[in-house]
Structure formats: structure tokens, C-alpha cells
């Protein structure tokens, strides 16, 4: 079974359907028992969606918002591995 960190260490794949068909499985089981990781894919899909809208419209993106989203997915990471609380 998948933990949480090596499920987001392979989001970026299962995002772009890059990993085998047993690993997409396991993120596939992951996501059933895990709130926090659904959270994480959700923010990672929206992620890549708007990076892709901004691809097809031929505009770059800002350099602040490269940095805002920077920010935002390292603070989720950092969130996933070391959850407030835990000590």
C-alpha cells in the first residue's frame, strides 16, 4: 500500500498517465482511503489545468504567479509530510 509521501511524489505522473497500470492502481486504492491526498490531487490537477490553459493561450505566466504556486504546492507538501500536530 501506498503512503501518503510516495503518493505525492507520483502525482505528477499519475496526473499525466504516465505510470504502469499496477502503480495507477495504487494511487487509484490510495485515493479511496485518503481525504488528504484527494485534497492534494484536486489542487494538483486544478495546477495543471490552469498551466495548460496559459500554454494554449501563448501567454507566460508572471513571474509572481510562478512563485505563488511555487509557494502553494511546497506548503501542501510540507503539509502532507509534516501535518500540524504531529509533533
Known amino acids: 500500500m501506498l503512503k501518503c ?3 505525492t511524489s ?3 505522473e499519475y496526473v499525466d498517465g504516465q505510470l504502469s497500470p499496477s502503480r495507477r492502481f495504487a494511487m487509484r486504492f490510495h485515493l ?3 481525504n488528504h491526498c484527494r485534497r492534494f490531487i484536486r489542487g494538483w490537477r486544478q ?3 490552469i498551466l495548460k490553459r ?3 493561450s ?3 505566466p508572471s513571474e ?3 512563485t505563488r504556486i511555487d509557494d502553494a504546492l ?3 507538501l510540507a503539509e502532507r509530510t509534516h501535518p500540524p500536530g504531529a509533533g
Open 54 to 56: 496559459l500554454e494554449r
Open 47 to 49: 495546477t495543471v489545468d
Open 10 to 12: 507520483l502525482a505528477s
Open 5 to 7: 509521501r510516495e503518493f
Open 64 to 66: 509572481s504567479l510562478i
Open 58 to 60: 501563448q501567454a507566460e
Open 74 to 76: 511546497a506548503q501542501r
Open 32 to 34: 479511496l482511503i485518503c
